[in-house]
């Protein structure tokens, strides 16, 4: 399995508080990205990074922030979450221009 | 916006049928088609993928069959096992700038019954 861990696994918060979500890598792969998962939705891209410091906004951007300051890490920001980011999120990473994603397990977020 | 049609949401197969997911895109300049098989609890996984200048890929039980005319995709799984029950979701990839991302339908639930 490719080296991917995200935390937390699980969490549950209150509207209106910020929220961080981390991936981590020892894959020391390029790409990083965050995905959300919902029922009859698939999987929407959220942000994604090409380097250290380099992201870009993806499909539902909205409401979500991101940073990357080491190859091995990408964070997602929810700056005040909502009752509609309640979701899985999923951190993939890719070698190059995917390509094959190598997904993490997932984080499971429930704004109450 | 990039879409990518799938269907059907559920799918229910007797051990040792035939299971078949479609999809369907609009953007003609998508380059790379994969499926991704996911589990629960787990993430996706790429389990097979085509490009636009193959008609159909095969590897084991698992066969991509693409029409480029029509703009579809589709994934057959052929002895379905119970061990394929799983959520299918099959992509498309853009080929210039920051389109060059994945774009995924919407899944498909398969469910092989022993």
């Known amino acids: 399995d490719a080296g991917i861990t995200q935390s937390p696994r699980h969490k549950v918060t209150e509207t209106g508080t910020p929220v961080t979500l981390r991936c981590h890598q020892t894959e020391n792969h390029r790409y990083m990205y965050w995905y959300r998962q919902d029922p009859g939705h698939g999987l929407r891209l959220i942000h994604y990074?090409?380097?250290?410091?380099?992201?870009d906004k993806g499909e539902v951007s909205d409401g979500y922030s991101v940073s990357r300051s080491k190859t091995e890490d990408f964070l997602l920001t929810l700056e005040s979450a909502t009752s509609s980011q309640t979701s899985v999120y999923f951190c993939?990473?890719?070698?190059?221009?995917?390509?094959?994603?190598?997904f993490g397990e997932g984080s499971r977020l429930t704004v109450l | 916006q990039q879409q990518v049609k799938q269907s059907p949401q559920s799918l229910i197969v007797q051990k040792g049928g035939i299971s078949i997911i479609n999809c369907a895109y609009e953007n003609t300049a998508f380059d790379y088609f994969p499926w991704y098989q996911q589990f629960p609890g787990k993430g996706p996984a790429l389990l097979i993928a085509i490009r636009p200048d193959v008609s159909e890929k095969k590897e084991g039980r698992f066969t991509i069959s693409f029409n480029k005319s029509a703009k579809q995709f589709s994934l057959h799984i052929m002895d379905s096992q119970p061990g394929d029950s799983a959520t299918y979701f099959c992509?498309?990839?853009?080929?210039?700038?920051?389109?060059?991302?994945?774009?995924f339908g919407s899944g498909t639930q398969l469910t092989v019954l022993p």
């Open positions: 993939a990473i890719s070698e190059g221009v995917p390509g094959e994603l190598f």
């Open positions: 990074s090409y380097g250290v410091k380099d992201t």
């Open positions: 992509a498309a990839r853009g080929s210039s700038g920051s389109a060059r991302q994945l774009t």
